[in-house]
């Protein structure tokens, strides 16, 4: 995963002027330590922030040794005026925390007080217009604040990677998919930079590739990942030539931003004009931590990047698409999972999840497009789909999304790919979310979300949650527990 940053951490403590310097510095030897056992590498600014000359000297610091992401950590009360303004200037993910007191005969005469300290520089964030990442108990010994730590990482290092991402989509979206079209706006005030392109620029970009040299390389690649699941070798060679495409328009256009997402066309004139399906394409760059979304979905893209970050992994989109049949859901589901049958789903889409994410793969072809564009003869312009059940195993449903009035809301909803053949095509699993029959309606349909959803791998809600809040996101909905009304639910149904 080289599209994702590296987070250089560093921590200043700081410390009011009526309290020992030395508690705070003493104390932030002792965090260091703790993160040394358990990993955690953190760059310790020997400057103790006690007043604003102070807070000049710590940047200057933390600037020179590369840091972009800090914690600043109160060792006691701390001066609320300079280390707020610490966290206002230094331009980065921020997380604050304090220190709890050690034992009784600290509270003798070198107590402290860090837990009232909290509270002020909260407050004063707030005057000052300040994100910062607070967690949920923001204090702690220095072993329980290096767990903390631990938890803010993968959240600094998407909020580095949303400021300095470039999405690129090539459109205009299809016609039908209105749902996937959102005001540009707030890309802009994350920080995100857009370059949008027509279908045909890209076209020409992927004519002018034909006959590069490098076509049998990227072909020689796509055979070795594909394996005994190579069904349709005829069509890699213009598949190589599409993929080439687009990492050459991406060195070519990312400009100054180090990190690129894409958005793109992939029907239906693309099938009569390209010549094949994109979808394999797009599932290998996205293995390797370039998402490639759908249809132009801008903000379907967005969301994976959130999750490439957070989980330094390939995540997918898939289309929150049908129900389970009843004879499956009875057979290998009921009795076995603890799943109504309102809680499970199907989460589809063409061929676009990377290999390493599905049981077992094989190129095929699009049978909707093929019924549309080519009916009555052996696939052609529809081939290039990567098809096979998605593995089993904990998953995160998410999305980040712009409504039409351009205010960003999220959703999160933690759940499971349950081991159960599909019995369908594409790239296709088998979901179970508690309680999803209720999220479904009071969620995604009631807020209006489109039919695309991002999934990560793994449980990661509480980190995607915490992206969302420093993002200045208010509406984060989640899939509520049974007995927990949403506001639209009718409390007299049965």
């Known amino acids: 995963m080289n599209n994702i940053p590296s987070v250089t951490l560093g921590v200043v403590s700081v410390s009011r002027d009526c309290f020992p310097m030395e508690l705070s510095a003493n104390r932030r030897h002792a965090l260091v330590a703790a993160c040394k056992e358990k990993g955690v590498t953190i760059y310790e600014c020997p400057v103790t922030v006690e007043n604003e ?54 509270l003798a005469s070198s107590r402290g007080d860090a837990y009232c300290g909290m509270l002020n520089a909260s407050y004063n964030l707030a005057l000052r217009g300040v994100k910062a990442y607070i967690p949920e108990y923001p204090v702690g010994t220095a072993k329980e604040i290096a767990e903390m730590i631990e938890d803010f990482l993968p959240i600094a290092r998407t909020l580095i990677g949303l400021k300095n991402l470039k999405i690129i989509s090539f459109g205009p979206r299809p016609q039908d998919f209105l749902a996937c079209n959102a005001p540009i706006f707030q890309l802009h005030q994350l920080g995100v930079e857009i370059e949008e392109n027509s279908e045909l620029d890209l076209f020409a970009a992927f004519n002018a590739h034909a006959g590069d040299p490098r076509i049998a390389e990227v072909q020689a690649d796509m055979e070795k990942e594909l394996g005994e699941g190579n069904k349709m070798p005829g069509i890699l060679p213009k598949l190589a030539q599409y993929e080439l495409t687009l990492l050459d328009w991406i060195d070519a256009h990312k400009g100054s931003r180090p990190y690129v997402a894409l958005a793109n066309k992939c029907w239906p004139a693309f099938q009569t004009q390209f010549g094949f399906v994109p979808c394999y394409v797009n599932s290998r760059l996205t293995g390797r931590g370039i998402p490639v979304s759908c249809e132009v979905d801008i903000y379907g893209a967005l969301s994976e990047y959130i999750g490439t970050c957070i989980t330094q992994d390939a995540v997918t989109l898939l289309d929150i698409n049908n129900t389970v049949p009843a004879e499956m859901y009875q057979g290998e589901i009921s009795g076995k999972y603890n799943y109504t049958h309102k809680d499970t789903f199907m989460g589809f889409h063409c061929g676009n ?68 053949a599909s019995r369908s095509f594409g790239g296709i699993g088998v979901f179970a979310i508690p309680e999803m029959g209720r999220f479904y309606r009071h969620v995604l349909i009631e807020k209006h979300y489109p039919h695309h959803g991002a999934v990560a791998f793994g449980h990661f809600g509480k980190a995607l949650f915490e992206v969302f809040k420093y993002l200045g996101v208010s509406d984060i909905a989640y899939n509520q527990p049974a007995g927990v009304l949403y506001p639209t639910e009718n409390p007299f149904v049965k």
């Open 53 to 106: 000359l102070h807070m000049r000297q710590a940047l200057e610091d933390i600037r020179a040794n590369g840091v972009n992401a800090l914690l600043v950590y109160l060792g006691n009360f701390g001066p609320e005026s300079s280390e707020t303004l610490l966290a206002k200037e230094f331009n980065g993910p921020v997380m604050f925390a304090a220190a709890a007191e050690e034992d009784i005969p600290t």
């Open 353 to 420: 999840t990377c290999s390493k994410k599905l049981v077992s793969c094989s190129m095929k072809y699009q049978l909707i497009m093929h019924r549309g564009l080519e009916p009555d003869k052996e696939p052609d312009i529809t081939r290039g789909t990567l098809e096979g059940d998605i593995v089993p195993g904990a998953i995160t449903f998410y999305r980040l999304q712009s409504t039409a009035d351009a205010k960003l809301t999220a959703y999160v909803a933690q759940g499971e790919v349950l081991p159960v």
